[in-house]
DNA sequence: GATCAAAACGGACTGCGGTCCGCTTCTATT
DNA sequence: AATAGAAGCGGACCGCAGTCCGTTTTGATC
């Protein structure tokens, strides 16, 4: 299975030094205890350099940044969902008619958020460029292709940037948290609203 | 003509001391300034309160955070935005069909952030909830109306919710600046989004 | 003008993300 | 096993947003 990873590849592919190596894995566990313990929201890279008994300094060697920590934390469940829409079963996956895979496509992705959302919020935060993530790329060309195969001729490219944006998690945990929005109701709005673009076409 | 401020007035009402008006008006002048000079990203609070010859304590009891700062330079180009969209002469204002107000409101938006975006992107940074910022509030609620007088009967508040990401000012800046997108294909997006959203109905 | 409480002030301080650079550890080579 | 240089390490350090609290200013009251 071929998946996009959320962390740019090294160049070369040159072996982890061991040292390395085991720095990462001391690193992603005391992360994941740690955000157990405090969410993700209160880690912090001292912390957790602390906590994996490494210095500051190897946290962001490995990582770069905090954004980047958190999508490392994220990649398992990012190719998860990446393999599901790419190869998985329809209505999701390829097979079915692109508007019940644009709806399902929303739909999975809502109830992704809802899960593993606080992460993917602080993998979001900063970078002038967040939108340009490969992950983030790979979905917003996957609802680019599936508008075209759909009929949508309007501009395709924007109209995926516009769906993107419905989806975003902040957005999607906020209705949820602050106003207290049914998952559901958030669901039967994407079909809604991707039923009447594709319709309209 | 009676404008939803972006910041939260004050309980009371009793007039602000002489020294504390004195003040805003100095460290407002010396945001502008510093703005001039280095761009909203390059304006640190420090740098503001020794240019406007007063204590860093003084700025943040102003203006509460850095985005509350950005938030009061950006409140005289909001508030006649508002005017425009809530009093002015139609299509943006009243008079117009509904969809004619929908498109012209997406594309005045459209507009004001590539003037005033660098400071919203400013002012939107962090905030759990800054979603509920008064003057998000207003629009959404303005986004809703509009949708529910042109007869779209299917969650009004959700369709407004999601028409409300497209206009976020870090999208669109990011697709202008960074994918070279022009304004008017923005705009003629927006116009066929909102178009298909509504005729669906 | 003297008095006084409340409001505002200012700058030292905290905690954070992120960088830097001299030192250590690893691994390929002989 | 010795060696050399590359890769990795770590923690002192920086700049920033935001807080705290002792001091100063203000303006209502007498």
């Known amino acids: 299975m071929c998946v996009v990873s959320l962390i740019p590849i090294r160049p070369g ?44 300094g190897t946290v ?40 019940e895979r644009l709806i399902a496509f929303g739909e999975e992705r809502i109830a992704w958020v809802l899960e593993f959302g606080e992460l993917a919020r602080a993998a979001d935060v900063s970078a002038y460029n967040r939108f340009d993530v490969p992950a983030a790329v790979l979905w917003h060309r996957h609802l680019e292709m599936l508008l075209r195969e759909a009929g949508v001729t309007a501009d395709p ?28 109701r958030l669901a039967a709005s994407w079909r809604e609203l991707v039923s009447r673009v594709v319709r309209g076409a």
Do not use: Y
């Not at 398992?76 to 998985?88: L, N, S």
């Not at 490219?157 to 945990?173: G, H, K, Y």
């Open 13 to 56: 592919f040159e072996p982890e030094r061991r040292d390395a190596a085991r720095n990462r894995e001391l690193l992603l566990r005391a992360a994941r205890e740690l955000i157990e313990e405090c969410g993700a929201d209160g880690l912090t890279m001292g912390t957790l350099a602390q906590r994996a008994g490494v210095g500051k």
């Open 157 to 184: 490219w924007l109209m995926a940037t516009s769906l993107s944006a419905v989806l975003e998690p902040e957005r999607i945990l906020h209705a949820v948290g602050v106003h207290h929005i049914a998952p559901e």
């Open 60 to 99: 962001f060697r490995r990582f770069g940044s905090r954004a980047g920590l958190m999508m490392s934390l994220l990649s398992d469940a990012e190719a998860e969902f990446q393999g599901r829409f790419m190869f998985g079963p329809p209505p999701l996956g390829p097979g079915a008619p692109p508007l």
